[in-house]
């Protein structure tokens, strides 16, 4: 699941360091997609003080959410679905259409809960902003090699973009799906490439997630 799917689920949270750690995971790959890290294996420093273990909660639930949704039916069945809908679109570049139906399914579902108002992303950066550096370097420097410049750099860039607004409108989307994708693949992009995407996103939104709540309230009810 993306940032915001993530944050449903930590959306009424008191303390602001459990839901920056219901993201980290994400954010220390967006940083460098070499990092792996396992929390777990350094309890007994970062539970010695609340707001390193309340983001190791964040990160332990946010673990949890991500293998509950990627084996889920659900979650197979529209990657499969959508993966064909998608290889017309692309069979003319290097992206994989399994790899764009995947982050795709993860982007529509947080393009709906903004759109149907079940989470609030300001919020979500507000909170974020209220974690203090010296608790997220610690944490860092806790789990293990962690370049820490080079996530502030990349994290301060994501706070102060504030990207996921852009999410309620669906054309946006496009954009962020081939930025991905160029992390992996080199290619270009024309106009026409993101319109076509923007209509299989939309047609599929429509035709094919109408009840995407239901993930939700399974994951939820698998994590209770």
Not at 154 to 161: N, P, R, W
Not at 204 to 216: A, H, R, S, T, V
Request: net charge negative.
């Amino acid at each position: 699941m993306n940032f915001l799917a993530h944050y449903y689920f930590e959306r009424y949270a008191a303390e602001s360091e459990r839901v920056l750690g219901a993201i980290l995971p994400d954010l220390l790959k967006n940083a460098d997609k070499r990092y792996s890290f396992h929390p777990q294996r350094f309890e007994e420093s970062l539970f010695a003080y609340p707001k390193t273990m309340w983001i190791s909660e964040g990160w332990y639930r946010h673990v949890e959410i991500d293998k509950i949704f990627h084996s889920s039916t659900y979650f197979l069945e529209h990657c499969h679905v959508f993966r064909k809908v998608l290889e017309p679109v692309v069979d003319h570049l290097p992206i994989r259409a399994s790899f764009l139906a995947h982050i795709a399914i993860e982007l529509l579902l947080d393009h709906l809960l903004i759109q149907d108002e079940l989470v609030n992303p300001v919020r979500l950066y507000d909170h974020l902003e209220q974690v203090n550096q010296p608790t997220i370097e610690r944490y860092l420097n806790t789990i293990g090699e962690v370049d820490i410049q080079l996530f502030f750099n990349f994290y301060e860039e994501f706070l102060h973009s504030r990207y996921i607004l852009d999410y309620k409108a669906i054309e946006n989307l496009s954009y962020a799906l081939f930025n991905i994708c160029k992390r992996v693949w080199v290619f270009e992009v024309t106009d026409q490439d993101r319109a076509n995407l923007t209509r299989c996103l939309i047609d599929y939104k429509e035709k094919n997630l109408p009840g995407y709540m239901d993930i939700f309230h399974e994951i939820q009810h698998k994590i209770l």
